[in-house]
């Protein structure tokens, strides 16, 4: 599990920063001897088949692998079950290739002339009123974190309880606590969780 961390190239540093569960956290949370047996041949984040990583460019390089990881499994995966839940066709217009061929095609500077999403925005202001523009960012995050010291409080402590041997409990323990007194662990539980 280590891995990202002994051979720190662009992609596992990306990953590093883009999960919530980081490497050497989940080296705590699993037993010594699990984590010799189950991960010691695992190269996670071999990417090289996917992404040329070019060293000049950082942005394309971290670019690329949310658009051949992130979006696939994550994003895009979101979007069609939420739909089809309630049997909606979605579309997802900016992943039309002729769209996604010219954004590549654009040099980094152009992209990030006036920060992120900047030719998007230029293009929205002839179309959007500019407060649905500039507002901050709003996702459609779960409340998890609250769920953890709330509700599911009682039901994530018996979920610890019940892990077998393969995972350190004491240290879920100890995040347990500090997530009750204010910090935030809420995907490594809810990860935990689904198990």
Excluded: C
């Amino acid at each position: 599990m280590a891995y990202p961390i002994k051979h720190l190239t662009q992609e596992n540093l990306y990953s590093v920063m883009a999960t919530y569960t980081k490497p050497w956290m989940l080296e705590s949370m699993f037993s010594p001897e699990f984590v010799r047996e189950s991960f010691r041949d695992v190269d996670y984040l071999s990417l090289q088949e996917i992404v040329k990583f070019d060293e000049v460019d950082v942005f394309e390089n971290f670019s690329r692998i949310d658009f051949y990881r992130y979006l696939p499994d994550d994003i895009l995966t979101k979007v069609d079950r939420a739909s089809m839940r309630y049997s909606l066709e979605a579309r997802v217009p900016l992943l039309d290739h002729r769209v996604v061929e010219f954004a590549y095609a654009l040099p980094t500077d152009i992209k990030l002339k006036y920060g992120a999403k900047s030719i998007l925005k230029d293009v929205l202001y002839k179309y959007v009123p500019s407060e649905l523009i500039e507002r901050p960012k709003m996702g459609f995050a779960v409340p998890l974190k609250k769920w953890f010291r709330g509700e599911l409080k009682e039901r994530l402590q018996d979920k610890i309880e019940s892990l077998d041997d393969r995972f350190n409990k004491d240290y879920l323990r100890k995040l347990f606590r500090e997530h009750q007194r204010g910090k935030n662990y809420e995907y490594i539980f809810w990860n935990l969780m689904r198990l």
